[in-house]
């Protein structure tokens, strides 16, 4: 089967990204550059839309580029156990932050109301909460 080649231009079109985003993953090396032909054109193939699109599926589910990379190491699909060790720990930061925003939001929220409750038109209960913590 001949493998169907493409510009840069198109690489990015199919794998639904800017032309920007394929060179900032080949500068982070997440994407190999093809050689240029003298005086032609770097050529893509499917191959790298494919990658392309496991880079972006990966950021989606809250993946660093760092840990894409990681992934992308074990692509082959024989390395289960490695990729959800890297996805448990994914998993427990993700859930730390959750916790972190949780407890933000219980704050923000008490200082709402405190504003909303305040009788003294000369103090905001934000402002000075903010201003007095340590």
């Known amino acids: 089967m001949i493998q169907k080649i493409f510009t840069i231009g198109t690489l990015a079109k199919k794998a639904e990204v800017n032309v920007e985003t394929i060179r900032f993953y080949q500068r982070r090396g997440l994407l190999v550059q093809p050689v240029k032909p003298f005086k032609g054109v770097?050529?893509?193939t499917e191959?790298?839309?494919q990658r392309v699109r496991f880079i972006k599926q990966g950021q989606k589910v809250g993946f660093s580029l760092d840990e894409v990379s990681e992934l992308l190491s074990l692509e082959d699909g024989q390395h289960c156990r490695e990729a959800k060790e890297i996805a448990l720990r994914k998993l427990v930061l993700i859930r730390e932050r959750i916790e972190g925003?949780?407890?933000?939001e219980t704050a923000l929220s008490n200082l709402i109301e405190n504003c909303a409750s305040n009788t003294d038109s000369v103090s905001c209960p934000i402002i000075l909460t903010l201003r007095t913590s340590t």
């Open 42 to 44: 770097r050529h893509y």
């Open 47 to 49: 191959n790298d839309v």
């Open 101 to 104: 925003l949780r407890t933000m």
